[in-house]
Antibody
Framework: QSQLRESGPGLVKPSETLSLTCSVSGDSISSSRYYWGWLRQAPGEGLDWIGTVYYTGNTYYNPSVRRRVAVSIDTPRNQFSLQLTSVTAADTAVYYC???????????????????WGQGILVTVSS | SALTQPRSVSGSLGQSVTISCTGTSSDVGNHDYVSWYQQHPGKAPKLIIYDVNKRPSGVPDRFSGSKSGNTASLTISGLQAEDEADFYCCSYILDYDFVFGSGTKVTVL
């Protein structure tokens, strides 16, 4: 089972860029077996998927943040990262990284469910 | 928009509770790529059901999933004190998009 750990600043100013890194152990991020995703949870709210990256560099984003988000992969360091630009108070949340398991068989072969999660990191957007 | 779940459900120890997750023919009703997550306060979510009704290794068999039309359901049979948590459903949407449910708080009486 993969171990994932988020890291990055806990405080970001409005209009600036939020940058987080997820370090993966127990699995090679350059393997074709899994995708790697970012999710978030605003205080007292539900879960939201942000985006997912594959070892090829292919990315998939939630349409609600697509214009502001970039997820990238760093295979030598076995890490993947999230960048969210032009943040506002609405981006205040606990951010999770997770292993995104692909579907096997059937008509759909892309990412499906999240089976390993990091502990989460609270990012507050405030001046 | 988020899949619709009841805000809360409750049951006594040993009883069964069912949580519904209602979507549309574009998501829940279109395929079997529905998963469920359990989240205890202050903790990361944990996968308990995937592909509508499959349980990952280590998840107790008192957790079961099903689907009918546009509604998926999670049933907890033989409710235990440690089952008190928030539960979220998640569905794949076409074109590599994913939507979560609004979340249900399960209270063990």
């Amino acid at each position: 089972q993969s171990q994932l750990r988020e890291s990055g600043p806990g405080l970001v100013k409005p209009s600036e860029t939020l940058s987080l890194t997820c370090s993966v152990s127990g699995d090679s991020i350059s393997s074709s077996r899994y995708y790697w995703g970012w999710l978030r949870q605003a205080p007292g709210e539900g879960l939201d998927w942000i985006g997912t990256v594959y070892y090829t560099g292919n990315t998939y984003y939630n349409p609600s943040v697509r214009r502001r988000v970039a997820v990238s992969i760093d295979t030598p360091r076995n890490q993947f990262s999230l960048q969210l630009t032009s943040v506002t108070a609405a981006d205040t949340a606990v951010y999770y990284c997770a292993r995104h398991v692909p579907n096997v068989g059937g008509w759909y072969r892309g990412p499906n469910y999240f089976d390993s999660w990091g502990q989460g990191i609270l990012v507050t957007v405030s001046s | 928009s988020a899949l619709t779940q009841p805000r809360s459900v409750s049951g006594s120890l040993g009883q069964s509770v069912t949580i519904s997750c209602t979507g549309t023919s574009s998501d829940v009703g279109n395929h079997d790529y529905v998963s469920w997550y359990q989240q205890h306060p202050g903790k990361a979510p944990k996968l308990i059901i995937y592909d509508v009704n499959k349980r990952p290794s280590g998840v107790p068999d008192r957790f079961s999933g099903s689907k009918s039309g546009n509604t998926a359901s999670l049933t907890i049979s033989g409710l235990q004190a440690e089952d008190e948590a928030d539960f979220y459903c998640c569905s794949y949407i076409l074109d590599y998009d994913f939507v979560f449910g609004s979340g249900t708080k399960v209270t063990v009486l």
